[in-house]
């Protein structure tokens, strides 16, 4: 199936390089996004990256995400697949294995079942991971308005879990993944994407 999905720490530029990707395809293509790519998603957006004033606890932050999935994949990217669309969608399960699993330090084979749960065994064929040094993402990052949500304010050391995990999760299944560099300008990350589709989707 033709799904294929953008992963990356903050500020990597996956979600205009998501953009420029989808732009490839037309019509053919869904462009969407977690979290928020539903109306439920959307007031489960707002719940998790705004600031509370009691710590958030991590399995609930991690089931809010896999909430949010849950809808996602039976509002929205199903159907797409069904019609034939090719699904292009910045950020999905990676995400939560990344920064819940490996940077707040869930169970990963917990968060494997869960997904299992909430996607009905939905995975992308295709994970492009825009990869860069976390403090040349974080300075990207925190140079946008409003300043940091609550995922981003935290410290260096979670990115850089964070982005140890995403390495990880490539070098043991290279047949999904590609990992591009995620350095220089937007043409140039543009032009790596598309080298590292290739083909896809075949
Ligand atoms: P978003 O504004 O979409 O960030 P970005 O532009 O970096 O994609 O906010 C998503 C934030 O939520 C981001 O900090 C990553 C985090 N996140 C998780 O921690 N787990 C998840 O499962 C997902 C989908 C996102």
Known sequence: MPFCTFEGIEGSGKSTQAARFAARFGARALLTREPGGTELGRG?????????????AAAAESLLFFAD????VSERLRPALAAGQVVICDRYVESSLAYQGYGRGLDLDAL?????????GLRPDLI????????????????????PDRLEAEDVAFHERVRAGYHAMAAADPA???????TGG????AARVAAAAGEWPR
């Open 69 to 72: 999935r849950a809808q996602h």
């Open 186 to 189: 937007e043409d140039e990350v």
């Open 112 to 120: 494997q079942r869960i997904a299992a749960f909430a996607t009905g």
């Open 44 to 56: 489960v957006r707002e719940l998790l990256l705004t600031k509370h004033p009691h710590p958030v």
């Open 128 to 147: 492009l991971l825009l990869d860069l040094p976390v403090e040349a993402g974080l300075s990207r990052a925190r140079s946008r308005a409003g300043g």
């Open 176 to 182: 999904r993944w590609r990992v591009v560099d995620a």
